[in-house]
């Protein structure tokens, strides 16, 4: 494996990278197709992939309602998350009393199962948007400021002595130096926060929305169209994997310096 990875050219590696993922997923999805044929399973069991993709196209309009519904709701509570995943993070990680006083509250309160939430959240916000987008900012809030303070706390002690002989106060320190340091961890964080969005809002709209996929999970599953449930699935999955790409390029043009190659 390493003599045929050595006589590939870097250009030739990258194509392969990039094509790998889509014949995984095509690899599966023929044995999938394959298994439904040869054991002749129940669209109510398992749906085959050509009914997922039938229901797909034969209840677009609705689905694409839903998606919409769910995709903003979801981008409303990632941008609260990204604001105070931010703000708190240089708190902590500016300050080693925060840090020591902040992390294992925080650690405890991100181990609480966040769809316990949801019904609190509907006595205080009523059915719709409010309960899931609160709930995808709360399970989307804490990988970004853990990353961010994480940033910051790690910074080398004698390059921070070398700065402060050199005149930087604190915040020059933190602002010019730690917080540069600390975007390749921002970034990082940021995709892993945002499928953690898509599963908040959707664990929300399936017991406090009237709209959205997780809804649209629910009411499939109740009238037995399980094609259609799993078609929702897919659309989650797809704009989950889409907005992670978004990502994976901003992060690739913005810290480009702190990666090999």
């Known amino acids: 494996m390493s003599t045929f ?3 590939m050219s870097a250009a030739q590696q990258r194509r392969v990278q990039r094509v790998a993922p889509w014949l995984l997923l095509g690899t599966f999805l023929l044995l999938w197709q394959g298994a439904c044929l040869v054991f002749n399973v129940s669209d109510f069991i398992l749906p085959s ?6 229901s797909l196209f034969e209840y677009w309009d609705v689905i694409a309602g839903h ?3 769910t995709f903003w709701t979801t981008m409303v509570g990632f941008g609260l998350a990204i604001i105070v995943g931010v703000v708190l993070g ?9 840090y020591a006083a902040g992390y294992p509250l925080m650690t405890a309160f991100n181990a609480l199962p966040k769809a316990a939430f949801v019904p609190i959240l509907v006595v205080w916000f009523g059915l719709g948007a409010g309960p899931a987008i609160l709930t995808a900012f709360l399970i989307s809030f ?7 303070a994480t940033g910051l706390a790690t910074l080398e002690p004698e390059l921070e002595d070398v700065l402060r002989v050199l005149g930087a106060k604190r915040t ?8 540069p340091r600390s975007m390749p961890y921002f970034f990082a964080s940021l ?12 664990v929300s709209e399936m017991s406090a929305a009237n709209e959205g996929i997780g809804y649209l999970l629910v009411s499939a599953g109740s009238a037995m169209k399980m094609p259609l449930a799993f078609a929702g699935l897919v659309v989650i999955a797809v ?9 994976a390029v901003v992060e690739r043009r913005m810290t480009g310096w702190a990666h090999r190659g």
């Open 90 to 98: 240089l708190l902590m990680g500016s300050s080693k009393l925060a």
């Open 191 to 202: 995709k892993v926060a945002i499928t953690l969005a898509f599963v908040g809002t959707t």
């Open 67 to 69: 998606a919409w519904r």
């Open 239 to 247: 704009m989950a994997m889409v907005m992670y790409e978004f990502f």
């Open 5 to 7: 990875s050595s006589s």
């Open 49 to 54: 992939p050509g009914a997922i993709v039938t």
């Open 142 to 148: 804490f990988p970004i400021m853990v990353n961010i």
């Open 172 to 179: 020059d320190v933190l602002l010019k130096v730690g917080l």
